[in-house]
């Protein structure tokens, strides 16, 4: 089936890191990303890793993949309350249409 | 430089009618995909055009179409209206593939009572 799976809440002090993970089902998937969504709006592309990569830096976060276990997550470092939002992962089987998690609202607590 | 734009922003239809929704694409992106986002879940994909052609169609029924036009803006057309159709319609481009990312409008909120 089509079903990329999140866990639903986080909630974080401010200041700590995040952990937000995902669990996809298409091991061809050439590309996998992260989106964010805040109230009221689109989704915004936060990043996304090819399918030969273990890791991606980019300034505060960090994306692991595990192909073996298809297993992505996403880390945000210094974690700011303007970081309170709903994260989607997604995964892209095929070579036209992306599949979506269930999303995970990320809450900072000041 | 403009995003995604789509119109309307929020609209209110009755069980039956007909509605339509548009998208004008970042300049330059000839592809342009369409999502629904119940409320409380993920975006499900629906169509995607590639230089006016379909390109894939989600799982959804014959009553949701959709067209891409010589400028690459995009309408989506859904008939005989149900209440189950409230959700929120997003709109993305990206300049060929997905492979760098789709960049998503904010979305048009529909309401069917």
């Known amino acids: 089936g089509e079903d990329v799976e999140q866990s639903l809440f986080l909630s974080v002090r401010e200041g700590d890191s995040s952990v937000i993970n995902c669990t996809y089902t298409?091991?061809?998937?050439?590309?996998l990303y992260w989106y964010k969504q805040e109230p009221g709006a689109g989704l915004q592309l936060l990043t996304y890793?090819?399918?030969?990569?273990d890791m991606k830096q980019d300034q505060r976060l960090t994306v692991l993949l595990n192909k073996k276990d298809k297993h992505l997550s996403l880390r945000i470092a210094d974690t700011q309350t303007g970081d309170s939002a709903i994260y989607f992962c997604?995964?892209?089987?095929?070579?036209?249409?992306?599949?979506f998690g269930t999303g995970t609202r990320l809450k900072v607590l000041a | 430089d403009a995003g995604v734009t789509q119109s309307p922003t929020h609209l209110i239809k009755t069980r039956g009618q007909h509605v339509t929704l548009r998208c004008s694409p970042i300049?330059?992106?000839?592809?342009v995909s369409w999502y629904q986002q119940v409320l409380g879940q993920g975006p499900q994909f629906i169509f995607q055009?590639?230089?006016?052609?379909?390109?894939g169609r989600g799982n959804f029924p014959d009553r949701f179409s959709a067209r891409q036009f010589p400028n690459y803006s995009s309408e989506l057309n859904v008939n005989a209206l149900l209440l189950g159709d409230s959700a929120l319609y997003l709109c993305?481009?990206?300049?060929?593939?997905?492979?760098?990312?789709?960049?998503f409008g904010s979305g048009t909120r529909l309401t069917v009572v």
């Open positions: 997604a995964e892209t089987p095929g070579t036209y249409k992306y599949i």
């Open positions: 300049s330059g992106h000839k592809s």
């Open positions: 298409d091991s061809s998937s050439t590309y």
């Open positions: 890793i090819f399918s030969n990569m």
């Open positions: 055009y590639y230089e006016k052609e379909e390109r």
């Open positions: 993305a481009s990206s300049l060929a593939g997905f492979n760098y990312g789709y960049t």
